[in-house]
């Protein structure tokens, strides 16, 4: 299947840092990106749908000005958690959709681990 | 409110048995289900895919089915092996093209040698 890949695959900051976490779509372009978090135990809880040249939709509760995503071209989106707090820290998951393989599968990147100190 | 529900938090079986997970959900109206496996730390990785229209699907030693009268799907590995250990999550398909997936929080289940 379709190969998405993130970078970092965990990262430790200090709280009030920014952290940029990238998604890219290695064997396919991707008009569509999704940023999912999901905390232990928990389910993948959508973020955010990110669209290729225009701004994301984000989903109720998560603040815009605090997850900044930005997908600059058809292989990647970045998403930047901005003055990030241990409440941040989670499982940062990006998916995409492979329009070869009929637009319903989304296909996960191996997720990032956040921790904030 | 609108929930998914997955039938238990954790399964345990023996090797060479079938599994069966539940997948329940309430006020949604899915275009689709998906099944998905997780393992620790990792992203989830695609299994299945079941329209509203469609009863069973197959793939190998895993089965689908859907029953969007009782609101629910069952998902059976048969012959489970070691290697099946994981957590299975449910997703459904809401909100017309743009088919965003809503998650259940996932079976973790255990195949014992």
């Known amino acids: 299947g379709a190969v998405v890949s993130q970078h970092p695959s965990r990262v430790i900051c200090k709280s009030g840092t920014s952290v940029k976490i990238e998604c890219r779509s290695l064997?396919?372009?991707?008009?569509?990106m999704f940023w999912y978090r999901q905390f232990p135990k928990q389910s993948l809880m959508l973020m955010a749908t990110?669209?290729?040249?225009?701004?994301?939709?984000?989903e109720q509760g998560v603040e815009k000005d605090k997850f900044l995503i930005n997908h600059a071209s058809l292989t990647l989106s970045t998403l930047t958690v901005t003055s990030a707090h241990p409440e941040d820290s989670s499982f940062y998951i990006c998916?995409?959709?492979?329009?070869?393989?009929?637009?319903?599968?989304?296909?996960f990147g191996p997720g990032t681990r956040l921790l904030v100190l | 409110s609108q929930k998914i529900e997955q039938n238990s938090e954790a399964l345990n079986i023996q090797e060479g048995k079938t599994a069966t997970l539940t997948c329940n959900y309430t006020?949604?109206?899915?275009?689709?289900l998906q099944w998905y496996r997780q393992d620790p730390g990792r992203g989830p990785v695609f299994l299945l895919l079941?329209?509203?229209?469609?009863k069973e699907k197959r793939k190998e030693r895993l089965k689908v089915t859907f029953d969007t009268t009782l609101k629910q799907s069952l998902f059976h590995i048969t012959a489970s092996q070691p290697a099946d250990s994981a957590t299975y999550l449910c997703?459904?398909?809401?909100?017309?093209?743009?088919?965003?997936?809503?998650f259940g929080k996932g079976t973790k289940l255990s195949v014992k040698p």
């Open positions: 998916s995409a959709r492979d329009p070869r393989g009929g637009w319903e599968t989304q296909y």
């Open positions: 064997d396919f372009q991707a008009t569509t």
């Open positions: 990110s669209n290729e040249g225009s701004k994301a939709t984000y």
């Open positions: 006020n949604y109206s899915p275009a689709y």
């Open positions: 079941i329209r509203e229209n469609e």
């Open positions: 997703a459904l398909a809401i909100g017309g093209s743009q088919g965003n997936l809503i």
